[in-house]
C-alpha cells in the first residue's frame, strides 16, 4: 500500500502544466544532481538541511519532494513539513522513477537562464499578442512557476536584456525567437525538453495564430481572437498575461484531454 504522504510520476504528471500543480522542490545532494542534471518541470532546488528557508519559500503552499531515488532525503523531508502543518508528499521513485517513466518531460538544468534576485527575469516586446502570451504561460507552468517578465518597446529589449540580466525572447537576435516557419513557443519547447503530444498540440495552434496560418490548425483563428480583444482589454501588459494565462490553461487542458471531444446539439446530429 502506497503511503499516504506519496505521489507517484503518473499522478504528478497529471499535476503539471495546471494551476492546481503543487511547488516541486529537488534536494538531490550535489553528486547526484550532477550525474544526472535534469529537472522535473517546475522544480526547483533547495538543500535538505535547509528546512527553515524551505518553510519560509513554501509561505503554506503545497508541495512535492524529490531526490534522486525517493528514498530517506524525500521521505525524512516530507515528514519534517508534514511536521510543521504544510501539505507534502515525496515522489516515489524520486527523479530516476521520473527519468523512465514514459512521457515525462525533463528540463535540462543547462537550459535555465540564472536567476536574478531569485527568479529568473524575461524581457521582451510590449503589447503582447500570442507567442508573447503563451510563451510566458509555458515558463510559468512548466519551467519556473515563478518567473517575472518584462514588456518594454522593442528597440530596448536587448539593452534592457543586458542591463538588467534578463532573458530576451520573441525579439529579432534573441535565440529563442522565430527560426524559419517556427514561432517562439516552438523554440521554448526545443530548448526546454518540453516536446509531448499535449504540448506538441498546443504548438500547432500557437504557431497558426502567431503567423497567421490559420488553414493550418482550425483552433487558430478563435486564439489570434481571443489574444487581440485581451490586448484591447487591457492597457497593462502584466494584467493582460495575467488574465491571459487562463486561455492557456484552457487550451492546454483540450490539448491534454478533449482534443477529440465534438460539440451538436442535444438529441440531434452532431
Same mark, same amino acid.
Given at each position: 500500500?502506497?503511503?499516504? *504522504?506519496?505521489?507517484?510520476?503518473?499522478?504528478?504528471?497529471?499535476?503539471?502544466?495546471?494551476?492546481?500543480?503543487?511547488?516541486?522542490?529537488?534536494?538531490?545532494?550535489?553528486?547526484?544532481?550532477?550525474?544526472?542534471?535534469?529537472?522535473?518541470?517546475? /522544480?526547483?532546488?533547495?538543500?535538505?538541511?535547509?528546512?527553515?528557508?524551505?518553510?519560509?519559500?513554501?509561505?503554506?503552499?503545497?508541495?512535492?519532494?524529490?531526490?534522486?531515488?525517493?528514498?530517506?532525503?524525500?521521505?525524512?523531508?516530507?515528514?519534517?513539513? +508534514? %511536521?510543521?502543518?504544510?501539505?507534502?508528499?515525496?515522489?516515489?521513485?524520486? *527523479?530516476?522513477?521520473?527519468?523512465?517513466?514514459?512521457?515525462?518531460?525533463?528540463?535540462?538544468?543547462?537550459?535555465?537562464?540564472?536567476? %536574478?534576485?531569485?527568479?529568473?527575469?524575461?524581457?521582451?516586446?510590449?503589447?503582447?499578442?500570442?507567442?508573447?502570451?503563451?510563451?510566458?504561460?509555458?515558463?510559468?507552468?512548466?519551467?519556473?512557476?515563478?518567473?517575472?517578465?518584462?514588456?518594454?518597446?522593442?528597440?530596448?529589449?536587448?539593452?534592457?536584456?543586458?542591463?538588467?540580466?534578463?532573458?530576451?525572447?520573441?525579439?529579432?537576435?534573441?535565440?529563442?525567437?522565430?527560426?524559419?516557419?517556427?514561432?517562439?513557443?516552438?523554440?521554448?519547447?526545443? /530548448?526546454?525538453?518540453?516536446?509531448?503530444?499535449?504540448?506538441? +498540440?498546443?504548438?500547432?495552434?500557437?504557431?497558426?495564430?502567431?503567423?497567421?496560418?490559420?488553414? /493550418?490548425?482550425?483552433? /487558430?483563428?478563435?486564439?489570434?481572437?481571443?489574444?487581440?480583444?485581451?490586448?484591447?482589454?487591457?492597457?497593462?501588459? *502584466?494584467?493582460?498575461?495575467?488574465?491571459?494565462?487562463?486561455?492557456?490553461?484552457?487550451?492546454?487542458?483540450?490539448?491534454?484531454?478533449?482534443?477529440?471531444?465534438?460539440?451538436?446539439?442535444?438529441?440531434?446530429?452532431?
Amino acid at each position: 500500500m502506497a503511503a499516504p *504522504n506519496a505521489i507517484t510520476t503518473a499522478q504528478l504528471l497529471r499535476l503539471i502544466g495546471t494551476p492546481e500543480c503543487p511547488v516541486i522542490v529537488d534536494i538531490s545532494i550535489d553528486p547526484d544532481f550532477a550525474e544526472d542534471p535534469f529537472f522535473i518541470p517546475g /522544480a526547483f532546488r533547495h538543500p535538505h538541511t535547509d528546512i527553515p528557508g524551505l518553510i519560509t519559500l513554501l509561505d503554506g503552499r503545497p508541495s512535492v519532494v524529490t531526490c534522486q531515488q525517493g528514498i530517506k532525503l524525500s521521505q525524512g523531508l516530507t515528514a519534517q513539513l +508534514r %511536521v510543521a502543518g504544510l501539505r507534502s508528499e515525496y515522489l516515489v521513485g524520486g *527523479n530516476y522513477a521520473w527519468r523512465d517513466h514514459k512521457g515525462a518531460p525533463r528540463v535540462p538544468a543547462s537550459a535555465l537562464p540564472d536567476p %536574478v534576485d531569485g527568479t529568473t527575469l524575461w524581457v521582451t516586446r510590449h503589447r503582447p499578442r500570442v507567442d508573447r502570451i503563451a510563451c510566458p504561460w509555458l515558463i510559468r507552468r512548466f519551467v519556473d512557476p515563478t518567473a517575472r517578465f518584462l514588456y518594454v518597446s522593442p528597440a530596448e529589449v536587448m539593452g534592457v536584456a543586458d542591463r538588467f540580466g534578463a532573458t530576451p525572447f520573441d525579439i529579432e537576435g534573441a535565440t529563442l525567437s522565430h527560426l524559419g516557419d517556427k514561432c517562439t513557443f516552438d523554440a521554448m519547447l526545443d /530548448a526546454f525538453g518540453l516536446h509531448t503530444e499535449a504540448l506538441d +498540440r498546443l504548438a500547432g495552434v500557437v504557431r497558426a495564430a502567431d503567423t497567421d496560418t490559420h488553414a /493550418a490548425a482550425p483552433q /487558430a483563428a478563435g486564439l489570434l481572437a481571443l489574444s487581440v480583444g485581451l490586448s484591447r482589454q487591457y492597457r497593462d501588459d *502584466n494584467a493582460q498575461l495575467e488574465a491571459g494565462l487562463a486561455i492557456y490553461d484552457a487550451l492546454y487542458r483540450w490539448a491534454r484531454d478533449g482534443a477529440d471531444e465534438v460539440h451538436g446539439t442535444p438529441g440531434g446530429p452532431l
